[in-house]
């Protein structure tokens, strides 16, 4: 006689206002896999380029065609009440219209993190940064939605795109 044992499975993630609550507390970290990262505060020449790359996008802002974020966390729900992800981006951009229909459609936006995947995410490298984290951090945006994701490298002063369903840059 087989004996079948119950699956049971594992929900990766948080609640909502667990996930609130710890942001508030404890400071700023992304969600990834069930496993909190810690994010550490910038310097001031990374602090510099974000800065720098924030005033060119306010010039399409003041336009009316994005809505752009410092340092904003945007999270990945299934329902309301459950952050499954959470990614924190130097910079997340988003299509106005696509920001206003979010807003429209949520009265109680202003309580909790976006929950609405940016159409543009860009990463400032630092110095400390290694290539296949960043290179694996660029994957996860693409498969969260992010249909457009810019590394910045103070470095080598260069910038490289990727863009969803591409594998090129």
């Known amino acids: 006689m087989i004996v079948h044992e119950p699956i049971t499975q594992t929900q990766v993630g948080m609640p909502m206002d667990e996930f609130i609550r710890l942001y508030e507390q404890e400071g700023p970290f992304e969600l990834i896999d069930g496993e909190r990262i810690v994010k550490m505060p910038t310097v001031a020449g990374h602090a510099e380029i974000i800065k720098l790359l924030n005033d060119l996008l306010a010039v399409l802002e003041r336009m009316g065609i994005i809505v752009r974020y410092t340092e904003s966390a945007f999270v990945l729900a299934d329902r309301p009440d459950w952050v499954k992800g959470s990614r924190l981006p130097d910079l997340m951009v988003y299509r106005a219209e696509r920001m206003a229909a979010y807003k429209a459609a949520d ?20 110095a400390t940064d290694i290539y296949g984290d960043v290179e694996e951090k660029v994957l996860r945006y693409l498969e969260d939605g992010v249909q457009a994701v810019w ?15 591409s594998r090129q840059s």
């Open 151 to 165: 590394g910045v490298n103070p470095r080598t002063h260069s910038v490289s795109g990727h863009m969803a369903g």
């Open 107 to 126: 009265p109680d936006w202003r309580s909790k993190p976006y929950v609405l995947v940016p159409d543009l995410c860009i990463e400032v490298i630092s």
